[in-house]
């Protein structure tokens, strides 16, 4: 796909990863549709964004309720006369031990509160998101391309149960809607980052930052403009469907 005048969803655009891939799919001349719970930071990525002479606008959505995706898809396609790209980038963490315990005392356990909110919103929330961007791309006869933010953690992570089993479920869904939405012409992949420099993680304390770094190949964390490079790769290689791209510093968990 040729991004120059592409419409693309971006869920989590507020900040962040989300807000990186915005800027970077604006500068290819993609005009960008963003999604967040948060419309001062919506407003500062809209104006970066603006900047590359692209248009672009922002909803307020919780991406985990059907109605407001449903509502919030439609006048993104009616404000753009259509939907091109959607990368399912809006995720939240509520780390914490399944069960803490000490000499069979038990002391902690997740909640069932702390795993549904993540579930909710990193794996019902991609459900939704990529549901109804299907069917405008179907219902408009575009071939577009969705891209799901799984993680390296997918694989099973301690103190993360509710992400782990998120991040799995995003990449069982990344295969699924490949197979059942290639005859409608839409690519599906997915992008599995490891630790990637953020905010939260320019305030870890210096020595577990270290660690983190050294124990990557590439000795280094990971940036998030790598992520969006490996985003528009997706976008811009026809031929890539139904898989998922690591991106981790050769980082094993």
């Known amino acids: 796909m040729n991004l120059e005048n592409k419409t693309i969803v971006i869920t989590g655009g507020g900040q962040g990863l989300g807000r990186t891939i915005a800027i970077s799919f604006a500068q290819s001349g993609a005009n960008i549709a963003l999604v967040d719970l948060n419309e001062d930071l919506l407003a500062e990525t809209s104006s970066l964004v603006k900047e590359h002479g692209v248009k672009v606008k922002y909803y307020l959505a919780n991406v985990s309720n ?4 449903e509502s919030t898809f439609k006048q993104i396609n009616d404000d753009f006369s259509g939907i091109d790209g959607l990368i399912n980038n809006a995720g939240i963490l ?13 002391a902690k356990k997740m909640s069932l509160e702390q795993f549904q909110s993540v579930i909710d919103v990193n794996l019902t929330g991609v459900f939704l998101c990529g549901r109804e961007a299907a069917v405008h791309m ?18 099973g992570n301690m103190g993360q149960t509710n992400y782990s089993a998120a991040k799995a479920g995003v990449v069982a869904m990344t295969t699924t809607w490949a197979r059942e939405l290639g005859r409608h012409g839409i690519r599906v992949g997915a992008i599995a980052p490891g630790v990637i420099r953020t905010a939260m993680t320019d305030a870890m304390k210096p020595e577990m930052r270290d660690r983190l770094e050294k124990m990557k190949p590439v ?12 985003a528009k790769y997706i976008f811009e290689n026809d031929f890539f469907t139904a898989r998922v791209v690591e991106i981790d510093g050769g980082l094993a968990m």
Request: net charge negative; aromatic share 2%.
């Open 66 to 69: 059907e109605e407001q995706v």
């Open 94 to 106: 509520r780390d914490g031990m399944f069960v803490k315990a000490t000499d069979g005392v038990v």
């Open 138 to 155: 179907i219902e408009s006869g575009r071939q577009g391309v969705i891209v799901n933010m799984s993680s390296i953690a997918r694989g």
């Open 219 to 230: 000795g280094r964390l990971g940036e998030a403009g790598e992520i969006a490079h490996t």
